[in-house]
């Protein structure tokens, strides 16, 4: 089954303890991204990545890093976490990232909590 | 980016079509539009796309204007599990596939 997974789902923890999200995609797809989406904002992008080895700031980066090193993976890195970023989080992919007729699939999402 | 414009809330019964409105005034002529949902507590599910002609799948109907300034979702029998936030995209301009979400309109199905 084509599918994008997010791990973990829920996690509390608390400011400054390094935490990963990982993201994988079995659809062989060059393009992955992730969003945040917070109450009245919305979703918004963080970063996104045409293809392996290849990363690029979305609209929110601040306070975030990604790595691409294989084509399925997708981890998205809160070094030093703080309570603004506390969201809902979702990795999403699409076969290319080039046009805009790509159609992208979502995971279910990762609910961070930082206290 | 052109900006998508859609109503805050839309109410249906089940069993009953429900024709999802959005404008996108603005949109250029290579802009696709683009319909996703979002159930309670998943992610967004894409549902369809289109650039001119109206597009049918499993899921829904997209009817286009014939000046591109309109479209509309169209679920042909909701149900229950059709109850979401419908989001109309118009994909970033800016050569990647950047998806920008707005409010969307709630959709909410009766028995």
């Known amino acids: 089954e084509a599918q994008v997974t997010q791990n973990p789902r829920y996690l509390i923890t608390v400011t400054g303890k390094k935490l990963t999200v990982t993201c994988s995609q079995n659809m062989n797809h060059e393009y992955m991204s992730w969003y945040r989406q917070d109450p009245g904002l919305g979703l918004r992008q963080i970063y996104y990545?045409?293809?392996?080895?290849?990363?690029d700031k979305g609209d929110v980066p601040e306070g975030y890093k990604v790595s691409r090193k294989e084509k399925r993976n997708f981890p998205l890195i809160l070094e030093s976490p703080s309570p603004n970023q506390t969201s809902l989080y979702f990795c999403a992919s699409s076969l290319s990232g080039r046009g805009r007729g790509q159609p992208q699939h979502f995971g279910d999402g990762t609910r961070l909590s930082i206290l | 980016d052109a900006k998508t414009t859609q109503p805050n809330s839309m109410e249906s019964n089940e069993e009953e079509p429900v024709h999802l409105p959005c404008n996108h005034s603005t949109i250029s002529g290579t802009d696709y539009i683009h319909w996703y949902r979002q159930l309670p507590s998943q992610g967004p599910e894409y549902v369809i796309h289109g650039l001119t002609s109206n597009v049918n799948n499993r899921m829904a109907s997209l009817a286009i204007a014939e000046d591109r300034k309109s479209s509309t979702l169209i679920l042909h029998r909701a149900t229950l599990r059709d109850a979401a936030v419908y989001y109309c995209i118009l994909p970033f301009s800016g050569g990647y596939n950047k998806l920008i979400f707005g409010a969307g309109t709630r959709l909410a199905v009766h028995p």
């Open positions: 990545s045409m293809n392996v080895e290849v990363t």
